[in-house]
C-alpha cells in the first residue's frame, strides 16, 4: 500500500513522504482572483483611490484576509486606516464580489480540477484553504462541492481565531483536520503571501501557480516548484 501511495505521488509530481494537498481557492482552483482583483479595484476607486488590478492586488490583497488586506494597502499609501474605514471598504469589497460572482459566474481552470480529481483518485486527502467567505458557494457554483475532505476558509478562521497568511496557520489547521503534519502535505498557492504561509509552516512541498507572470517573485517567496498549470505537475516524476 505504501508502495502504491509512493507512486501516485510521483505521477503528481510529489515527493513519496506527501498524503494530503491543500489547496488554495482564488486563482489555483478558480478564476475568481480576477474577480476579486476587479472587486477592490472598484471599491478603492470609488473612493478616489486609484487601485493596479495586477500590481497592488498582488502585492497587498491577494490571499489575505479582507480587512488585513485593506490595512495592507492603506498603509502602503500612506492613509490612515481607523478600523471603521477598514470595516466599511472591507464590507462594500464583498458586496461587489457577491455582485460580480451572481452576474458572472464562476470558472475553473481545468488543469486543476484534472490535477484534484487524480489525486483524489491516487486516494490522497484533499483540502481547500482560503480567507474567503464566499467558498461554499463558490464551490457550489464552480461545481467542485463534494470533492474535499476538509475546508478552511474566511468563516473558519473568523471562529477560531486563526492569523491569516502569510502566516501558515490556516494551512496548518487544514492538515491537522485531515490527520497530517506539515511534513506530508504539499500547499498550492497563486499568491505570495500564500506561498511565505507554505514556507513558514514547513510543508513537504510548496507549489506555485504562476497566472500572472510572477514565477521569480513566487520562488523568492517560497515556493519550491512554480508552473503555470498543476496539469504539469502530472508530467513530472520526482525523483
Not at 8 to 22: E, F, M, R, S, Y
Request: with cysteine.
Amino acid at each position: 500500500m505504501a508502495r502504491d501511495t509512493a507512486m501516485a505521488a510521483a505521477n503528481l509530481g510529489l515527493p513519496a513522504t506527501v498524503a494530503a494537498c491543500l489547496f488554495d481557492l482564488d486563482g489555483v482552483l478558480t478564476r475568481t482572483a480576477e474577480q476579486h482583483a476587479r472587486a477592490w479595484k472598484q471599491v478603492f476607486e470609488e473612493r478616489g483611490i486609484p487601485f493596479d488590478a495586477v500590481a497592488d492586488y498582488d502585492a497587498y490583497v491577494d490571499g489575505k484576509p479582507r480587512v488585513d488586506g485593506v490595512r495592507s494597502f492603506l498603509s502602503a499609501r500612506h492613509i490612515d486606516a481607523p478600523p471603521e474605514l477598514v470595516d466599511q471598504i472591507a464590507a462594500r469589497k464583498d458586496e461587489i464580489f457577491t455582485e460580480i460572482i451572481h452576474r458572472d459566474g464562476v470558472r475553473t481552470y481545468e488543469g486543476s480540477v484534472r490535477y484534484v480529481q487524480a489525486a483524489r483518485e491516487a486516494g490522497l486527502r484533499l483540502a481547500v484553504v482560503t480567507s474567503s467567505k464566499h467558498c461554499t458557494q463558490v464551490l457550489r457554483a464552480a461545481g467542485l462541492d463534494g470533492r474535499f475532505d476538509a475546508q478552511v476558509d474566511g468563516n473558519v478562521i473568523d471562529e477560531r481565531h486563526l492569523p491569516g497568511k502569510p502566516a501558515p496557520d490556516t494551512y496548518i489547521e487544514a492538515g491537522r483536520m485531515l490527520g497530517v503534519e506539515p511534513e506530508a502535505a504539499a500547499v498550492y498557492e497563486d499568491a505570495l503571501a500564500g506561498v511565505e504561509a507554505g514556507r513558514a509552516g514547513r510543508f513537504g512541498l510548496v507549489v506555485g501557480v504562476d497566472r500572472v507572470g510572477q514565477a521569480d517573485a513566487l520562488r523568492q517567496h517560497g515556493a519550491d516548484v512554480v508552473v503555470s498549470d498543476l496539469a504539469e505537475l502530472m508530467r513530472r516524476r520526482r525523483s
